[in-house]
DNA sequence: CTGCCTGCAAACTCTTTGCACGAAT
DNA sequence: ATTCGTGCAAAGAGTTTGCAGGCAG
């Protein structure tokens, strides 16, 4: 999905749910848009903010909610105090994390079986499956090896 | 593993450690091991305080990570603030989480494929595994079909 | 005795919220 | 003109930490 295309579905889902195209609104998308990594709310601010320097912290997280709900972007919430988010390009995108606990950097694997899991454990509980998550936490072999985590760079 | 050897287990990690073998962090130990569900730390500051009223909220923070750190017991994030704890019954458990929204019980699925699957994708990338997580968050039916969630009698 | 442990309360981090002003429809 | 959206700053939740006194070894 390109950025024009994902920029419609953000003021569409805003239509519909009866909900304004504010100048800030689509700051935090473009800011959010234009990154490649996993970003934290604060780092959201920050570049909101070069695009429109009136852009509050409350409404980032005002938005956010609005961007994970209309599947623009996906949460990740590897089990730090603070949530990552991330563009969504595929609406049914079914991914595992692997994250270096070296430099806190996040790698993506598509993981289709994840949803086949959950149907089968939920079902046998009397539950129906909303989301799943499969997380890996490794160490760097870079960093142990040579003292500096080659993936720090990169995040 | 019972409570009488989990409790010399946590005696003997204190000795290796250097650690001091206290009033209150025994009755952290037992308030936690006393737990049949999982528990906040909150939970255990007020268990921990029926037990011996002089124990701290923050001496229950300092310990806990004790208690994680010797697979006496075990973390379990599910993404919201705050973090649940649970007796840790076998040393190697490779165990995922079915967990209900509506009423936030945890159960607790055996899920032995979660480390091969954690091996696989992590040196693909050049990283070791430690630790790896498989969540489910799931609606009741109950819930819907009744408006009561019936796990939540017992959570 | 020595130095780790403790309780207390303040500090911290991330996030949410009340309020009055401002802007989209 | 309405009504929703916004920035600001304070509040909130969970957790961590500095300090002075206390207890295990």
Redesign the interface.
Known sequence: MSNDAAREKFKAYLATKGLRVTNQRLAIFEAAFARTEHFTAEELVTHARSIDDSVSRATVYRTLPIMTESALLREV?I?K?LKYYHPNTDNNAQV?Q?I??DCDKI?E?SAPF?EW??NT??TK??????????????????L?DTGVC?HRDSA
């Open positions: 919430d089990g105090n595992a692997v270096c606990i790698f694997i994840m899991y959950g454990v939920s509980l009397g539950l129906t499956p909303v989301t799943q998550r499969l997380q890996v936490n490794a160490h760097c072999n870079t142990r080659k």
